[in-house]
């Protein structure tokens, strides 16, 4: 069986493939077998691998899953002993697998982890998509070691040290197969955002840990299928966040969250709107809030099935905190300076 197998899901990205896989081949080679799972692309994506890239197993998908249910598809044809979903548009370095495998090798409560995520365009800046490490708030807003909203930080150095944390990024999450698929995998029904949240989420639930490694360290380059400020994003956002609130709160505070999180919601759709003059994220924030009131009975048996498996009663990695008055009013913008 193999140990280790990096699994980059593909959907028309030729372009960043060319440019980013040949650093998975070259520092991975001797310790993972790398995959591309095609999402049914149209671009020559799967004819410039075999040209360019024949030593590269692939896996072609009849049509184009989406992130969640793509990896799903593809990850239920591959036996290894841990997985690592790693973006198209990453830059690894040299020893970026080492310290995870190591790490997981001798902390069987781990689950998952990830490494450093710095920024492509800047690499003394964080990225966006996990930082170092990311948490949500008490509403479940999601934030990182390294990014509060779009306050991104410049990595000095302050958070280099292995903590334990709610969400490891999808965008290079390193994962043990064997519980991924206990835990039924990335929800396929969300497409995409908000989907490694959910699975992390979800195994601490059950009690697993989940780690940042900062001793491995990539780059992203971030925003590549859906850039920021795409009402598309914004709805896929909203709706998943919501849904997986709904399936993973206890019960004691779900009524609380969701009450809090209605009136959130539409005060930032009209701020949207009146502030930002973005019709199209207004729209999608209401579309949301709507497709979420109509599919929540389709997640009726996931949150009893969740709530079953539940071993652990709080996760100290959830801040209790509201991350909008932490940022808004109190004026805190980093990670260090949140209660």
């Known amino acids: 069986m193999i140990k280790v197998a990096i699994v980059i899901l593909n959907w028309n990205g030729e372009a960043m493939l060319r440019q980013y896989l040949p650093s998975v081949l070259q520092y991975s080679r001797d310790e993972a077998t790398v995959y591309v799972a095609d999402n049914a692309s149209t671009d020559g994506s799967m004819d410039m691998l075999r040209q360019h890239f024949p030593e590269c197993r692939l896996i072609q998908l009849e049509k184009n899953w989406g ?32 310290p995870m495998i190591e790490y997981m090798d001798t902390h069987p409560e781990v689950a998952a982890c990830q490494p450093k995520l710095l920024s492509m365009a800047d690499h003394d800046s964080f990225e966006y998509a ?160 709507r497709a979420f009131s109509r599919w929540r009975k389709d997640f009726e048996a996931d949150r009893r099935s969740i709530q079953a498996s539940r071993v652990a009663t709080a996760t100290p990695d959830r801040r209790p905190f509201l991350l909008l008055w932490q940022y808004y009013v109190k004026g805190r913008k980093t990670f260090s300076e949140l209660p």
């Open 67 to 98: 992130f969640a249910e793509g990896y799903n598809k593809a990850l239920a044809q591959i036996e290894a002993d841990y997985y690592l979903l790693l973006n198209s548009d990453i830059e690894v370095t040299h020893h970026w697998l080492t």
């Open 130 to 289: 996990g930082a170092s490490g990311g948490f949500i708030d008490r509403y479940g807003y999601p934030f990182c070691r390294g990014r509060i909203f779009d306050v991104v930080e410049r990595d000095e150095g302050q958070y280099d040290y292995a903590t334990e944390v709610h969400w490891a990024t999808g965008a290079a999450l390193f994962i043990r197969a064997r519980i991924y698929k206990e835990v039924g995998g990335l929800d396929g029904r969300f497409f995409a955002h908000n989907e490694e949240i959910d699975l992390c989420w979800r195994l601490r639930i059950r009690g697993h840990r989940i780690m940042c490694l900062p001793e491995s360290q990539v780059y992203h380059v971030g925003g590549g299928t859906l850039p920021k400020g795409n009402p598309m994003k914004t709805y896929l956002n909203f709706r998943n966040n919501l849904t997986m609130l709904y399936k993973c709160l206890p019960l004691k505070e779900l009524r609380r969250v969701m009450l809090v999180r209605w009136v959130l919601d539409y005060v930032a759709a009209w701020q949207m709107l009146l502030l930002k003059h973005s019709m199209g994220d207004f729209k999608a924030i209401y579309r949301a809030r």
